[in-house]
C-alpha cells in the first residue's frame, strides 16, 4: 500500500502512531490503540477490527496505554490508565480466546507491564520497596502466582527497564 494509513475523516489520521506495533507473525496486521480500545488493522485490506475495549470491564473514563500482544496475537496486556488524571492504575491483561479481563492494581510507583512472545508470563514493573531501581512482579498468565524480583542491593537481579519480552518496543 502506498500512502496514508488512514483517510483523512478518520481521526486516527492524525495521530502519532505512539505505541503501534506490527503483529510478530501476521505481516499485513498492526495493532493501533485508541482511548479504550485495542484494534487490529490490515493495512491491505484497511479493514479494523475491534480487539478489546477495555471500558466495558473498567469504565468509560479509562484507557489503555503501552500495550503488548504475544506473537498468536491471542493475549495482550497494557497499562490501564484514568481518562481524567493520567494516572496510572495497573496492568490489564485480555484473553481473547475466553475474551477475560484480568487486573493487577499497582502496589507501588508504577511504571509499566510486558509480556513474553508466548502470552504466557506478565513482567509488571514498579517501585516497590524505594531501593534502587524498578522491581519487577513476574505473573504465570495461566495460573496467577506472582513473585516478586527486586534489586535487594543487588541491582544486575532487577530486570531491565527496555527488557525486550517480544521484540516489539
Partial sequence: MVGPLFDASNPLSWATGEGWYWSATRPTILYVTSGSS????????????LVADASTYFGSNRYIWQTHVSNGDTILSGTLRDGQTYESLGCLVYNENSA?????????AY???????????????????DAYDVDNV???????????????GWRARTLGHRLRLHGRQ
Fill in 111 to 129: 511504571d509499566e507491564c510486558q509480556l513474553d512472545k508466548g502470552g504466557r508470563w506478565l513482567v509488571i514493573k514498579e517501585q516497590l520497596d
Fill in 138 to 152: 513476574i505473573v504465570d498468565v495461566l495460573t496467577g502466582p506472582a513473585s516478586d524480583v527486586d534489586g535487594s
Fill in 100 to 108: 477475560l479481563f484480568s487486573f493487577f492494581a499497582k502496589t507501588g
Fill in 38 to 49: 485495542l484494534y487490529r488493522y490490515d493495512v491491505s485490506t484497511r479493514q479494523m477490527d
